[in-house]
């Protein structure tokens, strides 16, 4: 469940700028509210929180961490991909990278 609900607030937090690409939209402005605040990458979180979630159901705990381990590094390749796009198309990512933790919340206290 809790993979779930990250998914759908980066969903909620990204809105009409959502793509299933890697590239930004044309017309895309940069997003650093709602769960983008917390984490660059929530959607990716949420998923793979889901799958991780969901293969535990199994009861298998090799499976929980095998699919954990996967879809993480997974989704940190895909995320190393699409920060290429982000950098080259908004001045301010670099600096954003700075704050807020790609993955996971960074433990520091958060400017704004």
Known sequence: ML??????WGFGSLGPN???GTEPLAAGQMVERGAYAWVRHPIYVGLSLFLAGWSGWTGNP????????????YFDRKAAAEERWMTTRFPGYAAYQHRVGKLWPRLRARAG
């Open 62 to 73: 090799a499976t929980l961490v095998l699919t954990a381990v996967l879809s993480f590094g």
């Open 18 to 20: 959502l793509t299933p």
């Open 3 to 8: 993979g779930a609900l990250v998914t759908l």
